[in-house]
């Protein structure tokens, strides 16, 4: 199905399989440009400590315990905290793992550092996020390359895990996306994924993944904790982008970053949004 939300993000979501005429193809290649803009004018805007570009998790269970975290890390213990969620799900001790849509590098660089990986590589499509994180991320072992989510540059059987948070929605097709995942885990190996959008773009979502080979291991909706993080984080995000982003972007910003009383704030908290989690597994 074809799905415009206007509201929150002038976006076409949820194309499943269905074949495209050259003028929808067309309005996704420029769909897929103006991501990448939006992206690289972030990075220009954007300061040194803005390392996480996600709405972060706080879990709604008052018994759960606090992750344990360095004092250098706490500034952005919510979107830590959906990292740890998401890639925390399976042990990757010792393995090499690639992260897709790897942004400004704070998730991959939390993941290598707390969850004891052999290897950390980060791929994203915005060149300016890219060299940020190489400038800002130097630790052993972990590496970040300028790559298409949609044709991956690796060879087939590369890594033991994939993570992917909060990028699939860019993509022009997901299933193009979910095959390159297919073929450059190895056997046994892990997508760990998490995304959001309206509804039917996430119903049409549930059907690729059921359709894309690998099989599901786990299938969370965490829409409450995710509500909660946004919650917690509004005031400070919001102060972030008055002092970093010009007059006339603020809004657009606020309502990327889903603040308190924007669109994409009152969509997840009534529920047009859903923020889904999987674990999925190579046969
Ligand atoms: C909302 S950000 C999330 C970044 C990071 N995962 C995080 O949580 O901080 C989405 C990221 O996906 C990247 N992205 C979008 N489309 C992509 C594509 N086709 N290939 C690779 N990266 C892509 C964007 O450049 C952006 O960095």
Not at 5 to 19: A, C, E, S
Not at 120 to 126: I, N, Q, R, S
Request: aromatic letters at 10%; proline letters at 4%.
């Amino acid at each position: 199905m074809l799905y415009k939300d206007k509201r929150t993000y002038p976006r076409i979501y949820g194309l499943g399989n269905r074949p495209l005429g050259l003028g929808l193809r067309a309005r996704l290649a420029l769909q897929k440009f103006n991501t990448k803009v939006w992206y690289q004018s972030l990075s220009l805007l954007a300061q040194d400590d803005l390392t996480f570009l996600n709405y972060g998790y706080a879990t709604t269970d008052s018994g759960a315990a606090t992750l344990r975290l360095e004092a250098v890390d706490e500034a952005n213990r919510y979107p830590i905290q959906l990292y740890h969620r998401v890639a925390s799900a399976v042990d990757l001790r010792g393995k090499d793992v690639l992260e897709v849509g790897s942004g400004r590098g704070g998730g991959a660089a939390f993941v290598k550092r707390y969850l004891h990986l052999r290897s950390m590589t980060g791929v994203d499509f915005c060149g300016k996020a890219v060299a940020f994180c190489r400038r800002c991320h130097a630790h052993d072992k972990l590496s970040f390359i300028r790559g298409d989510a949609e044709n991956l540059p690796f060879p087939a059987e590369f890594f033991d895990a994939v993570v992917n948070l909060e990028s699939c929605h860019c993509y022009t097709s997901v299933d193009r996306f979910l095959a390159q995942v297919a073929r450059v885990l190895r056997r046994g190996g892990h997508l760990l994924f998490a995304d959001v959008g309206p509804k039917p773009y996430i119903d049409t979502l549930r059907e690729q993944i059921a359709q894309c080979g690998l099989s599901i291991e786990e299938e969370e909706d965490i829409t409450p904790a995710v509500v909660r993080a946004l919650e917690i984080t509004s005031e400070q995000n919001r102060k972030g982008i008055q002092e970093q982003v010009p007059l006339g972007l603020r809004s657009s910003f606020r309502n990327f970053a889903g603040i308190r009383d924007t669109p994409v704030f009152a969509a997840c908290g009534s529920g047009e949004w859903v923020y889904v989690r999987y674990v999925l597994k190579k046969p």
